[in-house]
């Protein structure tokens, strides 16, 4: 049983556009801080994009203006809309969910620039990761 399943990525040309989908089973993902993530090849994962309990959203200035993170409530889906895109976005790309409430839980948004330490800690559930190229 996996909690979490991402899927949507692929190869796309520099410019194009990919939607990523992460699709939850067995808990439901609103009400709790989830997000995208994403590790380049040789680098430290880094945030991508998050929404918190009450839909509000945030981005990592390297995506702001070209990706959306939305939340289907009835599918139990996360999606990540990514537009114009550039070889810079080629990186596997993780959805995560906050499943439980710790007492220190930081806001959502600082998800994005928490350590990939802090960042597990604080969202249990990750998905197994699904790969962006994007060519020059």
């Known amino acids: 049983h996996v909690p979490l399943v991402g899927s949507g990525g692929g190869s796309v040309e520099s410019g194009g556009s990919l939607r990523l989908s992460c699709a939850a089973s067995g808990y439901t993902t609103s009400g709790y801080c989830t997000g995208w993530f994403r590790q380049a090849p040789g680098k430290e994962r880094e945030g991508g994009a998050v929404i918190d309990s009450d839909g509000s959203t945030n981005y990592a200035d390297t995506v702001k203006g070209r990706f959306t993170i939305s939340q289907d409530n009835a599918k139990n889906t996360l999606y990540l809309q990514m537009n114009s895109l550039t070889p810079e976005d080629t990186a596997t790309y993780y959805c995560?969910?906050?499943?439980?409430?710790?007492?220190?839980?930081?806001?959502?948004?600082?998800?994005?620039?928490?350590?990939?330490?802090?960042?597990?800690?604080?969202?249990?559930?990750w998905g197994q990761g699904t790969l962006v190229t994007v060519s020059s």
């Open positions: 995560a969910a906050d499943v439980f409430l710790d007492s220190d839980q930081p806001p959502c948004a600082e998800m994005l620039v928490a350590t990939a330490e802090e960042a597990t800690k604080y969202l249990e559930v």
